[in-house]
């Protein structure tokens, strides 16, 4: 995923946060990052935190199922 130029500072942290048991997220630059997600729960909770910390631009380049 990749995130707007103006909210690079925010990536970081979000990472941080969606990183559980059943998410993997890794920073890959300054304005994106990778998640992978175990089943459907988990990816759906990650798209609404992503709709609830990130600003609309946000671009989920590649889904996987």
């Known amino acids: 995923m990749e995130v707007p130029e ?3 500072d925010k990536v970081g942290p979000f990472v941080e946060y969606i ?9 890959t630059s300054r304005t994106e990052f990778i998640v992978v ?6 990816m759906a909770r990650v798209d609404a935190l992503i709709a609830a910390r ?3 631009e946000t671009l989920i380049t590649h889904i996987r199922k």
């Open 37 to 42: 997600a175990q089943g459907e729960c988990s």
């Open 19 to 27: 990183n559980d048991d059943d998410v993997v997220a890794y920073q």
């Open 54 to 56: 990130l600003d609309d």
């Open 6 to 8: 103006h909210e690079w």
